[in-house]
Nanobody, 127 residues
């Protein structure tokens, strides 16, 4: 059974840090790009960061560049998102998704193009 399970969310004050983890089972992790998305209440999911698990090339949206770091471990089938200097606007439900590398060309992939998606973990940043 294919599963993506996120963990590490929580409540943190502005300026704090959190590390999210995405654990994959049921598919060949190294054949997929892993992306992180976030969804604020009433809004569409927004791509935050992606990583090519073969080349380890990371991609970020502008608003998190320099504050977030994505990494992946093909031996553990995990992809982490280290988030620092968090801001209230970073709050939301964070999902991870997996996209076949055969159709991934770098950058931030669209949520609807993911082959697999997790259910998410909630991040709340208080001001």
């Amino acid at each position: 059974e294919v599963q993506l399970v996120e963990s590490g969310g929580g409540l943190v004050q502005a300026g704090g840090s959190l590390k999210l983890s995405c654990t994959a089972t049921g598919f060949t992790f190294a054949d997929y790009a892993i992306c992180w998305f976030r969804q604020a209440p009433g809004q569409d999911p927004q791509g935050v960061s992606c990583i090519n698990t073969r080349t380890r090339s990371p991609y970020y949206i502008y608003s998190v560049t320099g504050r977030f770091t994505i990494s992946s471990d093909n031996a553990k089938n995990t992809a982490d998102l280290q988030m620092r200097n968090l801001k209230p606007e970073d709050s939301g439900l964070y999902f991870c998704g997996a996209l076949d590398l055969e159709v991934y060309y770098g950058g931030i992939a669209h949520y609807f193009n993911m082959n697999y998606r997790g259910k998410g973990t909630t991040v709340n940043v208080s001001s």
